[in-house]
């Protein structure tokens, strides 16, 4: 059988993490050993009763032949601490996943990679921010990392779809279970060549909120960078912001008015030495990343429509409300909303959802 199948193995024992696979693989020298070891040797070796037990009942249960074909039927491929594709930045962190379950393609361009992570509970300011953001950066070869969650994250990875780039999401759950559900068809967008899924978590694993702190290591250690575009002081980005800077990774924030909750954790990390970024070149300079697209957006043609191009001019890149537009423009609500529902077929302008739009 391939050794490869004992690692499937204990990825799947509860209590057994990377301190303890390194110490049956000090002692033992391989897995596929301690996986036939006696329990004294077991013990001998550094595992807990707990941890043991776990251990001696997984190997009555479990077959790992039936896993692997389990692991081929889904689709999903994984990597281990003795592959020599196991990605570089994420081997060098403290406690990284001995095993590394993947959807989808690791390419050796994914190093140069930055973590966009930010509430779930994203304004439209933060959505346009880390859309933004995203782009500019998968448009410069950058691989865009997050955790498929809602609001900044999903935003992140479907602006480097959207820029021809690369997207890592890192899972809080098995490969199977993707969460939150309505991110299914960017899940797939992302293993159908966009890039992978990743995750620490074998099959059958549920999205429990135990396993979301953990996972957050991965997507900063598989990083240069982490930028949090927006979050309040609980979120959990800036547990990956700790890590990041744990892991000796360069941590950078979109600043945001005081005034709002959403706002005040990345505010407090700037506050704290985080490096303020209004543009995607703050963090290729900071990186030192070469871009390696020079990207020369097409100019749009001006409206000739009066209507169109007095809508236009009260557009920036800051979401701006239809209410706030019908009020600026002097022009009834039905003559904004469909004017504006034309512009946006023409490219001119875009939705960022709360009835707000900004320039295209």
């Known amino acids: ?158 602006a480097a779809i959207e820029a021809g780039g690369r997207t890592l999401a890192v899972f809080g759950s098995g490969l199977d279970h993707v969460y939150p559900p309505s991110h299914r068809k960017l899940a797939e967008q992302i293993a159908n060549g966009h890039g992978a899924l990743l995750s620490e978590y074998p099959l059958g694993t549920k999205p429990e909120a135990r396993n979301f702190p953990p996972r957050n290591r991965i997507i900063s250690g598989l990083s240069m960078g982490v930028l949090v575009v927006e979050a309040g002081i609980k979120s959990g980005a800036l547990i990956t912001a700790r890590y990041a800077a744990e892991q000796g990774r360069d941590v950078f924030a979109v600043p945001g008015s005081m005034f709002k909750q959403g706002s005040k954790g990345t505010n407090k990390l700037i506050q704290d030495g985080a490096k303020l970024v209004l543009e995607f070149e703050d963090i290729l300079e900071e990186l030192n990343i070469v871009a390696e697209f020079h990207h020369v957006e097409a100019k749009k043609d001006l409206p000739t429509d009066p209507t169109e191009a007095k809508l236009l001019s009260l557009l920036s890149e800051e979401p701006t409300h239809v209410d706030d537009i019908c009020r600026a423009s002097g022009l009834p609500a039905s003559t904004v909303t469909s004017t504006l529902a034309l512009m946006e077929l023409k490219g001119l302008v875009r939705s960022v959802g709360f009835m707000q739009y900004v320039r295209a």
Do not use: C
């Open 1 to 158: 059988m391939d050794e490869r199948a004992y690692w499937i193995g204990f990825s799947k024992v509860s209590g057994i993490g990377p301190m303890k696979v390194r110490a049956l693989l000090n002692y033992f020298g391989s897995l596929e050993s301690a996986w036939s070891a006696s329990a004294g040797q077991l013990r001998i070796a550094g595992l807990d009763h707990r941890s043991l037990a776990n251990l001696l009942e997984a190997r009555k249960s479990l077959s790992l032949e039936r896993e692997m074909e389990m692991l081929k039927k889904a689709g999903v491929d994984f990597l281990t601490w003795e592959d020599e594709g196991y990605p570089y930045r994420l081997r060098q962190i403290p406690d990284p996943p001995p095993v590394l379950y993947f959807k989808g393609s690791l390419e050796p361009e994914d190093e140069i990679a930055v973590a966009v992570v930010g509430t779930r509970r994203a304004s439209a300011y933060g959505l346009e921010a880390a859309r933004k953001l995203a782009y500019g950066l998968a448009q410069n070869g950058v691989t865009i990392v997050s955790g498929l969650a809602l609001g900044i994250d999903g935003a992140a990875h479907s």
